[in-house]
């Protein structure tokens, strides 16, 4: 257990020592020069997305979840499939798009004979506000999913008779609805708006520079690895700020619903206007997350021949992706049913703060996380390496930096919170009778761990491991700078294209991260749907909501 919250404390101690160990000079530096303008475009950013996506997922929610309209059982399957596209691929597809030497300027000035830019003015997709809309667009699903889950478990009765009284819809939703999601809203706002602060492509290519653009500047284009440190300490801080207010907005609050007679709510038929303006704010989220970019990626591929590119190159890049991911999900999983069973089993602190510790890992942005194991995993090899020098007289080179091993780590401190909050979740639903007459009849804990739990466990399990292997292969950040030389997954071969100003040839790659990525939230949506009488809001330290 121990092993577990030591693997997540190393990177964030390495982290602020080698922030400590930088020139005296470089902090001021970075104060007057750096933090101020990042920070104030990480801050825009967040509360951008805040209201933006925080807007599109509750009345997208609401309005599908107590209301019928044209389109209603369509859009109930379309608002999440934003989630399936990364925040990078869709910030390319709109400069290819939207930007002056897009396609939709181009139309507008061959159709009306402008000659340049200082004929018309035309909103710049490249700027603080673009990068708000782009990334809101996918993703609002994190709170979409969130209080769908909280509205469709919400009873009937209380909303029948704040009717009575004479609330209008309006207040319906503003007095009642709204307070008693907001738990489940605060960890899906924390959600996006963490995956927000890890983002680095979007950002970058959409002239924000934030916190994290920052640091990979610094580290990189610079050559300063103290400084990035230490702006990935104030990185950090932010993350953890972000969890101390998604926990103020649930403050330990939770609501249970009685299990007789319960009813959910029951949808109201709109009509007239109302129905097509319903059918139209539920249809844009959808049109500009993912219909708009999956359209996109389909006619540049068709439109260059990409499918050309399916040769002995692209399948090694596919496969490494598919590969990293698969070693990546099955490593996680492993060590979530141990922790997870642990706390069933033996309910001590030590355990507890395992799971708790190992439950900021996905509070910890890509590059930060990135950056914390370069110490650590370069001493594990040299102390191997060492070894192995005394016993053979041969040097054995970087096992870890050197080879994939850095990224899996990577994938595991970061995701391993999804699957201790999804199977928690899971296990939490049985009944502890189970386990009880399984010890009366002498059998042994790893027998009740083999026989009981995990058989129990196995619709949480498939929900973790499809969510865990489609974030790892949209991972960019720690893939990025973690990457062995010579060594491309699909999201850098993307980032690489669009890093040359050539993102239509890597069209394909988008592509088919974005077909992988459909397969675990069709699957995810169709489970949450099967059961939609059952409260599936549950959240770990970290604030993921498990589905």
């Known amino acids: 257990m121990a092993a577990v919250g030591l693997l997540v404390f190393l990177p964030v101690a390495a982290l602020i020592g080698i922030a400590a160990e930088g020139d005296a000079e470089i902090w001021p530096h970075l104060i007057a020069n750096v933090l101020p303008a990042s920070t104030i475009d990480t801050l825009s950013l967040l509360a951008g997305i805040a209201i933006v996506a925080g807007s599109m997922g509750i009345t997208t929610a609401w309005l599908v979840t107590a209301h019928r309209f044209p389109g209603h059982n369509i859009l109930v399957w379309l608002l999440p499939l934003p989630l399936a596209v990364p925040t990078y691929i869709t910030a390319y597809i709109y400069v290819e798009i939207f930007d002056s030497a897009g396609l939709v300027q181009m139309a507008l000035r061959e159709f009306m004979g402008w000659r340049s830019r200082t004929d018309y003015w035309f909103p710049e997709i490249r700027s603080l506000p673009g990068c708000i809309l782009v990334m809101s667009a996918v993703l609002y699903p994190y709170i979409y999913i969130a209080a769908r889950a909280m509205f469709l478990t919400q009873s009937a009765s209380m909303l029948e008779v704040a009717r009575t009284l004479g609330a209008s819809r309006i207040k319906l939703f503003r007095i009642i609805a709204l307070p008693l999601a907001r738990p489940a809203l605060a960890v899906g706002l924390s959600l996006a708006l963490l995956e927000a602060l890890n983002d680095i492509g979007a950002s970058e290519y959409l002239g924000v520079r934030t916190l994290t653009v920052s640091v990979y500047n610094t580290w990189l284009n610079r050559g300063s690895l103290a400084g990035a440190a230490q702006?990935?300490?104030?990185?950090?801080?932010?993350?953890?700020?972000?969890?101390?207010?998604?926990?103020?907005?649930?403050?330990?609050?939770?609501?249970?619903?009685?299990?007789?007679?319960?009813?959910?709510?029951?949808?109201?038929?709109?009509?007239?206007?109302?129905?097509?303006?319903?059918?139209?704010?539920?249809?844009?989220?959808?049109?500009?997350?993912?219909?708009?970019?999956?359209?996109?990626?389909?006619?540049?591929?068709?439109?260059?021949?990409?499918?050309?590119?399916?040769?002995?190159?692209?399948?090694?890049h596919f496969m490494t992706t598919i590969g990293l991911s698969v070693v990546a999900t099955v490593a996680v999983l492993a060590i979530a049913v141990m922790l997870v069973s642990a706390v069933r089993l033996s309910k001590n602190s030590l355990t507890k703060g395992a799971v708790l510790v190992a439950g900021l890992g996905y509070a910890l942005p890509g590059t930060v996380l990135a950056l914390g194991l370069m110490t650590p995993l370069v001493g594990f090899d040299n102390f191997i390496g060492t070894i192995w020098r005394h016993l053979t007289g041969e040097r054995l080179g970087l096992l870890l930096m050197g080879a994939a091993g850095g990224i899996v780590i990577a994938y595991v401190i970061r995701f391993l919170s999804i699957a201790t909050g999804s199977l928690s979740a899971g296990l939490d639903r049985v009944s502890p009778s189970l386990e009880d007459a399984a010890r009366t009849l002498g059998a042994s804990q790893r027998e009740m761990v083999w026989k009981i739990q995990i058989p129990l466990m196995r619709p949480a399990l498939a929900s973790a491991a499809l969510l865990i292997f489609v974030d790892c292969i949209k991972e960019l950040p720690a893939t990025l700078l973690l990457r062995p030389l010579n060594t491309e997954t699909l999201s850098t071969l993307v980032y690489t294209y669009a890093s040359r100003g050539r993102f239509e040839d890597g069209s394909l790659a988008a592509l088919v991260i974005v077909l992988v990525g459909l397969v675990p939230v069709i699957q995810l949506m169709r489970s949450a749907e099967a059961r939609p009488k059952v409260a599936v809001e549950s959240t770990n330290s970290s604030g993921a909501v498990s589905p």
């Not at 969890?243 to 907005?249: N, S, T, V």
């Not at 007789?260 to 097509?276: D, E, I, M, N, Q």
Request: with cysteine; aromatic share 10%.
């Open 231 to 316: 702006i990935a300490c104030v990185m950090l801080a932010f993350a953890v700020g972000l969890i101390l207010i998604e926990r103020y907005g649930r403050r330990d609050r939770r609501y249970a619903l009685s299990p007789k007679r319960h009813r959910t709510v029951h949808p109201v038929p709109l009509k007239g206007g109302r129905a097509w303006t319903a059918s139209v704010l539920c249809a844009l989220p959808v049109l500009l997350g993912f219909i708009l970019p999956t359209g996109f990626l389909l006619r540049e591929t068709l439109r260059g021949g990409l499918f050309g590119q399916f040769d002995t190159d692209f399948l090694a």
